[in-house]
C-alpha cells in the first residue's frame, strides 16, 4: 500500500537527540493526523491539521512540535523525548470538513534510550 | 470530552464460530463509529463504518449495529476465520471538530483453526 508513506520505518534516539517523523499522502487528501499507538493502550490522537492548518493540539508535551508545509506532507519533530515516549506513531489522512474515512501510513516504531 | 470504551480486551474464538465486540460511547453529540482492523506489524484500516442516522449496517461477513438511545454499537463477524486474527479498535466521531476520532482500546481477536 502506497496511498500513505512513513519514514523511517524504525528509529531509535538518545533523549538528548533531535529527530523527525516525516509523513507523505498521495491521496489528495487536505487534513492529516499524527497518532501515538503504545502497548496496552488506545490509538492517542496528538495533532490534526486541515487545509494545512493546526485544528487540534490533543495536550501534546512541547518536545513534540509538527510540521505541515502544504496538504501532502507532515512532519513530527522529536527533541529531548523521555523514554515514555516510545512508541508506534502513525500518520493518517483523509478528505477535511467531515466524518470521513482516515487512512493511515504503515507508522514509525520509535524507541528513546 | 468523549469517552469509548470496549470489550472485551482479548477474545478467541473457532474457526466458523461468529465473535461479538462491543463499544459504549459518552457523548451523545456521536455521530460517526468506525471499526478499524490492525493485523500484527500493519497498519489500521477501516472495515465498516455506521452513521447514527441508521441502525445496522453489513457488509458481507461483517455487520455493526447502533443503539443511540443505549450510546453503544457493536462489531458482529460471522463465519470466523483464521485471517480475521488481529486487533480490532473501535472509535467514535461527531461533526464539526475537524476529523477527530475517538478510539477505543481494542480487542484481540483470536480465531483458532
Known amino acids: 500500500e502506497t496511498g500513505v508513506t512513513q519514514t523511517p520505518r524504525h528509529l531509535v534516539m538518545g533523549m538528548t537527540n533531535k529527530k523527525s517523523l516525516k509523513c507523505e499522502q498521495h491521496l489528495g487528501h487536505n487534513a492529516m493526523y499524527w497518532y501515538k499507538q503504545s502497548a496496552k493502550k488506545p490509538l492517542e490522537l496528538m495533532f490534526v491539521?486541515?487545509?494545512?492548518?493546526?485544528?487540534e493540539n490533543n495536550s501534546v508535551p512541547s518536545r513534540f512540535s509538527p510540521e505541515c508545509p502544504n496538504s501532502s506532507h507532515l512532519f513530527l519533530h522529536l527533541h529531548t523525548l523521555q523514554p515514555e515516549d516510545s512508541a508506534l506513531y502513525l500518520c493518517?489522512?483523509?478528505?477535511?470538513?467531515?466524518?470521513?474515512?482516515?487512512?493511515f501510513g504503515p507508522g514509525t516504531r520509535l524507541l528513546v534510550l | 470530552g468523549e469517552n469509548v470504551e470496549q470489550h472485551p480486551s482479548t477474545l478467541s474464538v473457532q474457526e466458523g464460530d461468529s465473535a461479538v465486540i462491543k463499544c459504549t460511547y459518552s457523548d451523545s453529540a456521536s455521530n460517526y463509529f468506525p471499526w478499524y482492523k490492525q493485523e500484527l506489524g500493519k497498519r489500521p484500516q477501516l472495515i465498516i463504518d455506521?452513521?447514527?442516522?441508521?441502525g445496522e449496517k453489513k457488509d458481507q461477513r461483517i455487520a455493526v449495529t447502533l443503539n443511540k438511545t443505549a450510546k453503544h454499537f457493536s462489531l458482529h463477524i460471522t463465519e470466523t476465520q483464521p485471517e480475521d486474527s488481529a486487533v480490532y479498535f473501535c472509535a467514535a466521531s461527531w461533526d464539526n471538530q475537524g476529523g477527530k476520532l475517538i478510539f477505543g482500546q481494542g480487542t484481540e481477536l483470536s480465531v483458532k483453526p
Open positions: 455506521i452513521r447514527s442516522n441508521v
Open positions: 491539521y486541515s487545509l494545512e492548518e493546526r485544528v
Open positions: 493518517a489522512s483523509s478528505q477535511a470538513g467531515g466524518l470521513e474515512t482516515q487512512y
